[in-house]
């Protein structure tokens, strides 16, 4: 097994990986930092296809978006990447457009909505379930294994936040991935027991199952189910900086709002995250090849750390530092900068 922790220079990227042209999904890339501009951009690539597409997940119907070279060979099966998206989250966002990039370089991918939630069946709805996360990852799997140009021997995953640790969590015990990446990682059931930056108490943890709980016997006595919120709405009176950028990213127009997500999950969803940890058992079960890219400023960072420490059955592991990336700047802004990593951990593992 190897292992080795980068943090490495936005200029000096290129020499790392070898990717030295703009058409790569390199640095040299022009960001793409709101919706409008994602839709537009891959309307005018004529190098690349997106089609919306169903599957199943037991007997709830998945909405995805497949997302493949434009150009491909008649009886060629291609390497394929299931991509996860953050919790609050939808497919239309930073999932589709590490799709899109990961498209662009000649592999089929796929962004889906989580169960439960935006455009994928499943009741009660806004569900925040990591075990229906881990399962819809396998899902993903089984309706690539129906595609007669993916090559079964070549699925790869990857996921962003959240979907970063269910992603991971989903490789751990199924092996027809065969290499799993994380960007700005973010474990839900650390999150909701210590906090987003690790400095939570018991005290607020368990006035958190309190709550869960006393609403729990509520919505049992009739009353209606409670929504929480997955960022703040506005970022006035917000002192958290990655609760900011959220708060921009998801709920400003000019940004990536997506109508259709209200930014809202359910309450009683807190005691199954709370219960949940995406890391359990990863120095046993992972055995596969692991990369992990956080960005120096995170403060989800240490939950990276925590995958890249325990993860010591990996055949290969490695942690990439983007030296001043935030958590939600790898979800647009500094794209540029994790995709050569991505391609170069991709192109060994899948190719």
Same mark, same amino acid.
């Given at each position: ?15 790392? *990986? ?40 037991? +007997? ?28 609050? &989250?939808?497919?239309?966002? *930073? ?35 990591? *075990? ?16 007669? %140009? ?6 790869? !995953? ?22 799993? =990446? &994380? ?24 006035? *958190? $199952? ?7 016997? !509520? ?5 209606? #189910? ?39 999950? $359910? !309450?009683?969803?807190?005691? +199954? $995250? ?8 990863? &120095?046993?079960?992972?055995?596969? #090849?692991? $990369? ?8 989800? +960072? ?5 995958? %890249? ?10 942690? %990439? ?14 794209? &540029? ?9 991709? =192109?060994?593992?899948?190719?």
């Amino acid at each position: 097994m190897s292992s080795k922790i980068l943090a490495v220079s936005a200029a000096s990227l290129m020499s790392v *990986t070898g990717f030295s042209h703009a058409g790569n999904g390199s640095e040299s890339q022009i960001p793409i930092t709101s919706l409008s501009a994602f839709n537009q951009t891959v309307s005018e690539d004529h190098t690349v296809t997106k089609n919306s597409v169903s599957f199943k997940n037991g +007997k709830i119907d998945m909405a995805g978006v497949l997302f493949k070279p434009a150009r491909m060979q008649e009886g060629k099966a291609y390497p394929s990447i299931v991509v996860v998206h953050p919790g609050g &989250g939808a497919k239309e966002q *930073t999932a589709s457009l590490y799709a899109y990039r990961l498209a662009q370089q000649g592999y089929v991918a796929l962004a889906y909505d989580a169960s439960h939630q935006n455009e994928s069946g499943g009741e009660p709805r806004l569900l925040e379930d990591p *075990t229906s996360r881990v399962e819809d990852a396998r899902s993903a799997v089984d309706y690539f294994t129906t595609l007669p %140009f993916v090559d079964h021997k070549r699925i790869g !995953a990857l996921g962003i936040c959240a979907g970063g640790a269910y992603a991971i969590n989903a490789t751990m015990t199924d092996h027809r991935i065969k290499a799993v =990446a &994380g960007v700005s990682s973010f474990n839900y059931g650390d999150g909701m027991r210590k906090g987003w930056r690790g400095t939570g108490t018991a005290d607020e943890l368990h006035a *958190t $199952l309190l709550s869960v709980g006393l609403q729990r016997t !509520a919505e049992a006595n009739g009353d209606q #189910p409670m929504l929480l919120a997955y960022v703040p709405d506005s970022t006035k009176g917000v002192t958290e900086p990655d609760m900011v950028e959220a708060s921009e990213y998801y709920r400003q127009a000019s940004r990536w709002k997506l109508d259709s997500q209200p930014n809202r999950f $359910l !309450a009683s969803s807190n005691d +199954k $995250l709370i219960a949940f940890d995406a890391f359990n058992g990863i &120095g046993t079960l992972l055995t596969q #090849p692991l $990369l992990l890219i956080a960005g120096s400023d995170a403060g989800s +960072k240490w939950h990276s750390d925590r995958a %890249f420490a325990e993860a010591t059955s990996a055949s290969e592991k490695e942690l %990439f530092v983007i030296p001043g990336g935030t958590h939600m700047s790898l979800y647009d802004r500094d794209v &540029g900068k994790a995709m050569p990593k991505l391609l170069a951990f991709y =192109a060994k593992h899948l190719r």
